[in-house]
């Protein structure tokens, strides 16, 4: 089976792990204040903030920025389910706004019906690792005051005008799990312009320590291990070239199945917009019938992975303590939802997997085709 997503590892980063754990520190260090530092460069960040994973940035970005109980984050109703959860840590409630059908990004015409007195923040999300509608989402957000949090736990190096995605908002987060452009294993970063949220972060993400034994405010452990941070490095030298080789990938993709009656390709609004974290289709018109679970069980039969990301999270019972929402004015998530689905898609995919994929998808059309 053709997976959908697999690390890009070598040597390099088993020699890097093994070297941490011969030494004497293995919880955050100078190996973690390193991999910060490189990361904030490189994606031209002024400060980043190593966390053990891109939900507990979500956490501790919210945490920094004076989320609280009784507040409001507005997140899009199609992503993962942290996005939205990590504000209920803090006593906090998601109110889902609808997404658009070109990037899946949250849909900055549906934004100000969203946006309550209660609001304190608007966490996009840079889905695929397509950058989402900054301008309009920013513009928005500014009028309101509200602090925009970019979820940019998919879209590494991917970039909106002249900026990359992470930096354009109050603060952003990254993920570094296995299926993402590089991983650490598990890990997260957490990147501001603003030294005062900086500060905050790296406090909370320590206990909030104030002193040997000193607590004042309430903190916890999400601290990267020095490990990671040395994987990091390693990983941060290889993205770049990743990319590439992800861009690559699904150029050859829609080269073919944009030419698949009823088979919507991602849109691309400039190549260097989009990483292709994720290469998602949606199949609809022209089709025998919409049946996308039906492709995706004719694509196993066949020896290719495929996989919904994500479902709509107003269904997801973790939220069924709110109000009910409002399922007109989430036309576009539920229309993906029943819809959409994943290709294989990785640094180290062989041109035989990615041919391989593509005749899959071409024999599973025929079948399903009018």
């Known amino acids: 089976m053709i997976p959908l997503a697999k690390p890009n590892y070598d040597r390099a980063e088993v020699e890097a792990a093994t070297r941490i754990l011969s030494s004497d520190w293995l919880i955050s260090g100078p190996e973690t204040e390193s991999f910060e530092t490189e990361f904030a460069s490189l994606i031209g960040a002024k400060h980043a903030v190593a966390v053990n994973s891109g939900s507990s940035a979500l956490l501790v970005a919210q945490a920094a920025l004076g989320i609280s109980a009784g507040d409001e984050v507005v997140v899009p109703n199609m992503t993962f389910v942290s996005t939205a959860s990590s504000a209920m840590y803090l006593g906090a409630r998601p109110v889902f706004c609808d997404i658009t059908m070109d990037d899946y990004g949250l849909d900055p015409e549906k934004l100000e019906a969203c946006i309550t007195p209660k609001t304190r923040a608007v966490i996009p999300v840079h889905y695929g690792g397509q950058s989402a509608q900054m301008d309009a989402i920013l513009e928005i957000s500014a009028k309101h005051e509200i602090p925009v949090i970019e979820d940019a736990a998919e879209s590494h190096l991917a970039r909106f005008g002249n900026s990359f995605t992470g930096t354009l908002g109050a603060a952003g987060i990254f993920s570094f799990t296995p299926s993402k452009p ?92 989009h990483n292709f974290q994720l290469y998602t289709v949606r199949v609809g018109s022209g089709m025998h019938r919409i049946d996308r679970d039906g492709w995706m069980s004719e694509l196993a039969s066949r020896g290719v992975s495929s996989r919904l990301y994500f479902p709509t999270l107003h269904h997801q019972g973790v939220f069924s303590r709110f109000p009910k929402a409002d399922e007109s004015l989430l036309k576009n998530a539920l229309d993906y939802a029943a819809t959409a689905f994943s290709l294989p898609i990785f640094a180290t995919l062989s041109d035989a997997d990615r041919d391989a994929v593509i005749e899959a998808v071409v024999d599973v059309h025929q079948k399903f085709k009018r």
């Open 182 to 273: 590089m991983t650490t294993g598990e890990g997260g970063m957490v990147v501001t312009g603003d030294p005062d949220v900086a500060k905050r972060a790296r406090s909370i993400r320590s206990f909030c320590d104030a002193g040997k034994f000193q607590w004042e405010s309430l903190g916890f452990n999400f601290r990267m291990p020095e490990v990671l941070g040395a994987i990091g490095r390693v990983q941060l030298k290889k993205l770049p070239e990743s990319i590439r080789r992800r861009r690559a990938i699904a150029s050859r993709y829609s080269e073919v199945f944009s030419g698949l009656d009823g088979v919507s390709t991602p849109y691309v609004r400039r190549p260097e917009d």
